[in-house]
């Protein structure tokens, strides 16, 4: 089976153009280095979503997990997953999860928000195109009001790079060019027996790229985990193949955000291991079988 490679692509300093914008050079080697690889390596046709309907994809137990319940090892023996889904209790989500659940919703309003103004004023107005983007309310929390701040800094950028390389550049054009993120793409897990009502966040760099925002964490190598998943279902649900995915860390210091963007070849090893997490839960579910707690609990986790 091919390796599946992690390409650290590391920043960190705000210097990229945005949050899950690569850089330039992050690009370029993107596109000659991390997908050509990709390519080279292949991927086992078993393995590629739109083979869900034969092992080891098809899902052996009708257990409609989340992705994030599959794909995230912050509980190591997946206790968490058993006491939500056994036990039925809902834990109150904790200060981490309340942050990165704000800063999602915070940038997916600021990305509709600089379309929005971007396809309302058209590249004919884009100095009040430009206007309307910093017109975005100021959020009360310090860390979005940071993010938000850099952004708006980053596609000013953009945008007048774009328009001064393609002075007869069209409005759908722009937006393509300065924002080619679907952030929440609906999708539907139930070829890969998850949840029928999943959300993912896309890079479009020619080639889809599954992205993966993570704010105030440091890099885990399960993380990896969920850009196999959502590239599965993907490749389920549109049957176009899916090779890499984005990691993004970013986190916030001294009033300064700080990223770092990894991006990860999504071989056969990759998938497997989240084809395996998915069994393994689904069966530790619909058995109820309690895996115990794990040695280090994180000190966050508080269940
Ligand atoms: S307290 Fe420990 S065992 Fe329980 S869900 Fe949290 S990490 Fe898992």
Not at 171 to 187: E, Y
Request: glycine share 8%; aromatic share 8%; with cysteine.
């Amino acid at each position: 089976m091919a390796a599946s490679t992690a390409d650290s692509a590391a920043t960190s300093s705000p210097e990229g153009p945005e949050v899950f914008m690569p850089t330039t050079e992050e690009r370029k080697r993107l596109l000659r280095g991390v997908i050509p690889r990709a390519r080279r390596l292949g991927v086992d046709d078993t393995l590629r979503g739109w083979s869900w309907s034969a092992p080891p994809l098809l899902s052996p137990y009708e257990v409609p997990l989340g992705l994030s319940e599959v794909a995230s090892a912050y509980c190591e023996t997946g206790r968490d997953v058993y006491a939500r889904r056994v036990l039925g209790t809902e834990p109150e989500p904790n200060e981490k999860m309340l942050l990165g659940g704000s800063l999602h919703g915070t940038l997916r309003d600021w990305v509709v928000h600089a379309k929005r103004s971007l396809y309302a004023c058209g590249v004919g107005r884009i100095e009040e195109a430009l206007e309307r983007i910093r017109t975005f309310p100021a959020p009360e929390l310090p860390e979005a009001k940071t993010l938000l701040q850099y952004e708006t800094d980053a596609i000013e950028f953009r945008i007048r790079e774009a328009m001064s390389q393609f002075p007869r550049i069209g409005t759908d054009a722009i937006v393509a060019q300065v924002l080619p993120v679907t952030l929440g793409q609906m999708l539907d897990g139930a070829f890969l027996g998850l949840s029928r009502r999943l959300s993912t966040d896309l890079l479009n760099l020619g080639e889809p790229v599954v992205l993966d925002i993570i704010f105030d964490d440091e890099k885990r190598s399960f993380h990896r985990l969920t850009l196999a998943g959502y590239a599965l279902v993907l490749e389920a649900v549109y049957e176009f193949p899916v090779d890499v995915g984005l990691t993004v860390y970013a986190g916030f210091r001294d009033g300064r955000l700080r990223m770092e963007r990894e991006f990860t070849v999504l071989g056969d090893e990759v998938r497997m291991e989240f084809i395996e997490a998915r069994d393994e839960k689904q069966r530790m579910v619909a058995e109820a079988m309690d895996p115990g707690p794990c040695e280090g609990c994180e000190a966050w986790c508080g269940r």
